[in-house]
Nanobody, 126 residues
Framework: QVQLVESGGDSVQAGEALRLSCETSGFTFSAYSMAWFRQAEGQGREGVASIARDGTIRYADSVQGRFTISKDNTRKILYLEMNSLKPEDTATYYC????????????????????WGQGTQVSVSS
């Protein structure tokens, strides 16, 4: 059974940093492209960062230069390092997985992903 479990969300002040983790099980981690999405209250789900099987990365413009996505294929964990947090980063953050044959495939479109975690809340106050 595929499982994705996010952790690391917290309430912080603007300018501070957080590191989110997504622990996975039940699938061959290295065969999947992974991504982080977020959803603010009353808004749609937004792609934040995606990492392909070969390590190719794509960020949303809103987080470029502040967030870093990474993965540990041995431990099967996806990370999101978030620096210089802003109030507009407040949202529930989700990790997602999609099995794809193309090594360099990535996407920030939520409908491209098959598996999702339950989310972890990040709140940033000014």
């Amino acid at each position: 059974q595929v499982q994705l479990v996010e952790s690391g969300g917290d309430s912080v002040q603007a300018g501070e940093a957080l590191r989110l983790s997504c622990e996975t099980s039940g699938f061959t981690f290295s065969a999947y492209s992974m991504a982080w999405f977020r959803q603010a209250e009353g808004q749609g789900r937004e792609g934040v960062a995606s990492i392909a099987r070969d390590g190719t990365i794509r960020y949303a413009d809103s987080v470029q230069g502040r967030f870093t996505i990474s993965k540990d294929n041995t431990r099967k964990i996806l990370y999101l390092e978030m620096n210089s947090l802003k109030p507009e980063d407040t949202a529930t953050y989700y990790c997602a997985a999609n099995m794809h044959i193309v090594l360099y495939w990535y996407s920030l479109q939520s409908d491209q992903y098959q598996h999702w975690g339950q989310g972890t809340q990040v709140s940033v106050s000014s």
